[in-house]
């Protein structure tokens, strides 16, 4: 080998040393979480959170709340201190590559007594710590006057401001995660565009959130003595629009109006430990114990349903109309950028065997791509990003115009679907859901069924939205942001789009003997008249590949009725091409309740915390004994034990709901 050739040897090889040195020290992933008092539950403003042996480490802001960014992929341990509480080593933290890693945890105080009083006097002038340097203003109408359609358009007319390709706004002298601004009053870190007042003027209704929110109150469930009425019958719902909504008013900083939370859906967001069946198209699971929140002598019992899992591979062809609402009010924050981004992922999970079609409205419908195979991903994406908003709402026109092409590319053999992406608002044409909705029920017993997603805060009508999906034999569902469109359209898109039972209602009997009374929480809006349980007429909600229903009830027992069965539970459906009726029943033997509520599930106690927030929080008669503090004790409780991420989230919203509660009792 010649000395040139070795050099160049050596060379190379330090170069790809480099590169791929390089491309090891990028995988990293990032550590956030939030940090409580454990007596109080209150959030630790200040307590240092390093990483064991490095000098990586946050501090806790006024919420609790740390983020360690740039975080090498690994396992760690985080040590945190503070003067007031002792020190705490969270161990086995393990950071997954573009990921993040979420950790809730509480301090314990120090007992500290002193032997004399101490007073401590102090002046010093008021840092104004959002007071900016520099700042521009552009005008309030600047939106309407100037050639742009975004935020970030706006800013980027001032000196020092750039999108760059990644689409991050940078702001000069801090990165894209630094950039933060003032838009009406509200700061963020995202582009907020303020949505005009339904009703023209200049302030909201009765002081709410936003304006032009529309929602039905369906009144609470009662207790039911079962010797008027020992059966109960509903239609089962996976919907979980209303958890998402109100997530998104109570990361808002606002407390949602009771008549938008609805329990069931409260319930039915989080992922319960069901083992799915093989072969038949259910497995039920029955478990009881004391009721955490109803009182002495009252029992809960949760009943829950799995669907059959069908493998990502083996999903049917599907035949998809996006019907897109690109009215005016679809620019209010971003709306349709953001139904854009949803359907990109959507797009990247289909197979070349399935074929789109997109049809538009705003003061009138149109076709803007006749069906056409993911083949041609290109031009779908294309007619995508070619999206812009126009005119008032025709939403009539445009779901008609959806379901005729749809009825034109109907194959019996394949899903057969519509996707509505839409604020719910219709102001042009047929404008109320009771005249809509009659226009669906042929299609929908056709095998054409209709999905509705939601988008929006404020001119965004929930009960519209709601009865679409009902009524369309497809599901309702609600994005508040990327992740929440990432689940729905990517990590449950075969339960998103292939159903495995049609017109599910599930009906309990309760035996008289033992059950004293009962009481159904939530799903006021399915419920079902019990002599129509078998009317194969009568309809009932829809489940998906892999999806999950839960209901809880309340009971109350007569004496000495321990160790008697209960009664039985029948689950009626209808098989999703062949329309033939099938019905299951599940006796309620004693065996499924346990002694105490803590030896019941994590599943169990995760279900009946979730239900008794919603509860609060939609001012149920039967929770006006309880609190958000014993709520956000049991579920701080769950998180220590299970680690469980979705967990995180719920203690987040409590602890958001209890400040906001507060702050309203002492204005």
């Known amino acids: 080998m010649s000395t040139r ?51 990586f480490g946050a501090v806790t802001e006024r919420d609790g709340r740390f983020v360690i960014p740039n975080v090498k992929v690994g396992e760690y341990t985080l040590v945190v201190t503070h003067p007031a509480y002792q020190t705490l080593k969270i161990e086995h933290v393990v950071v997954k590559e573009d990921e993040t890693t979420t950790v809730v945890d509480s301090l314990v105080p120090k007992t500290t007594e002193l032997t004399k009083k101490i007073t401590v006097t102090a002046k010093q002038d008021i840092i104004e710590k959002f007071e900016p340097s520099s700042q521009t203003s552009p005008p309030a109408d600047a939106t309407r006057h100037r050639p742009v359609q975004t935020v970030d358009n706006l800013l980027e007319e001032a000196a020092g401001v750039q999108t760059r390709p990644s689409r991050k706004l940078y702001i000069r002298g801090g990165r894209a995660d630094e950039a933060e601004y003032i838009l009406t009053g509200k700061r963020g870190g995202k582009p907020v565009v303020p949505v005009p007042l339904a009703h023209g003027g200049t302030t909201t209704v009765n002081g709410a959130a936003y304006s032009g929110m529309f929602f039905k109150h369906y009144g609470v ?87 059959r899992e069908i493998p990502r591979d083996h999903r049917k062809p599907a035949n998809l109309v996006f019907c897109i609402d690109v009215s005016g009010s679809m620019s209010y924050g971003d709306r349709l950028e953001l139904v854009k981004k949803a359907l990109r992922l959507l797009l990247d999970e289909l197979t070349p065997a399935d074929r789109v079609g997109i049809v538009v ?69 047929t404008t109320g859901p009771d005249d809509i909705l009659k226009q669906i029920k042929y299609y929908a017993d056709k095998g054409i069924t209709l999905s509705t997603v939601g988008f929006g805060m404020g001119n965004y009508n929930d009960e519209l939205m709601e009865k679409l999906g ?19 359209f990517v990590d449950n898109l075969t339960g998103t789009l292939e159903v495995i039972a049609r017109d599910v209602k599930i009906q309990v009997d309760f035996d008289p003997e033992v059950v004293r009374s009962y009481r159904l929480i939530g799903y006021e809006n399915r419920d079902v008249p019990d002599k129509k349980f078998r009317d194969d007429n009568e309809d009932g909600g829809e489940i998906g590949s892999g999806h999950m229903v839960t209901a809880l009830y309340e009971l109350k027992l007569h004496e000495r009725a321990f160790g008697r069965r209960l009664g039985t539970i029948f689950i009626r459906y209808k098989h999703p091409q062949t329309g033939a009726v099938a019905e299951i029943d599940e006796p309620i033997r004693p065996e499924v309740f346990r002694d105490s509520y803590g030896r019941a599930s994590n599943d169990f106690r995760l279900a009946a915390t979730a239900a008794e927030f919603a509860e609060i929080l939609r001012g149920s008669y039967w929770a006006k004994g309880s609190s958000l503090s014993a709520v956000m004790s049991e579920a701080n409780t769950l998180w220590q034990e299970t680690r469980n991420p979705e967990v995180v989230e719920l203690v987040d919203l409590i602890l958001r709901a209890q400040r906001l509660r507060q702050e309203r009792a002492e204005k």
């Not at 070619?386 to 394949?414: H, S, V, W």
């Open 5 to 55: 050739t070795l050099i160049t040897t050596v060379v190379v090889a330090l170069l790809l040393a480099a590169v791929f040195g390089l491309a090891d020290e990028q995988k990293v992933g990032r550590i956030e979480g939030q940090l409580f008092d454990r007596k109080t539950q209150a959030p630790i403003i200040g307590a240092s959170v390093r990483i064991e042996g490095t000098r």
């Open 470 to 488: 009902d009524k369309g034999n497809g599901h309702y569902a609600y994005v508040d942001d990327l992740d929440e469109a990432r689940r729905i």
């Open 221 to 307: 469930n009662p207790f039911v003595d079962t010797e008027d009425d020992h059966l109960s019958t509903f239609a089962v719902d996976v919907d979980d629009a209303s958890y998402v909504m109100t997530r998104s008013y109570l990361q808002d900083g606002n407390l949602p109006p009771e008549e938008a939370v609805r329990t069931e859906e409260f319930i039915n967001h989080f992922t319960y430990r069901y083992a799915a069946p093989v072969e038949k198209p259910f497995n039920v699971f029955l478990e009881g114990a004391p009721a955490p929140f109803g009182g002495k002598h009252v029992w809960m019992l949760r009943v829950g349903i799995k669907g």
């Open 361 to 429: 409205y705003g003061s009138e419908a149109r076709v803007v791509l006749r069906p056409t195979s993911i083949a041609e991903r290109q031009t779908i994406q294309s007619a995508i990003d070619q999206l812009c908003t126009d005119g008032a709402t025709n939403a009539e026109e445009g779901i008609r115009l959806a379901y005729d092409m749809a009825d034109r590319m109907f194959d019996p053999r394949k899903i057969n679907r519509i996707i509505l992406c839409s604020d719910g608002v219709a102001n042009v044409g």
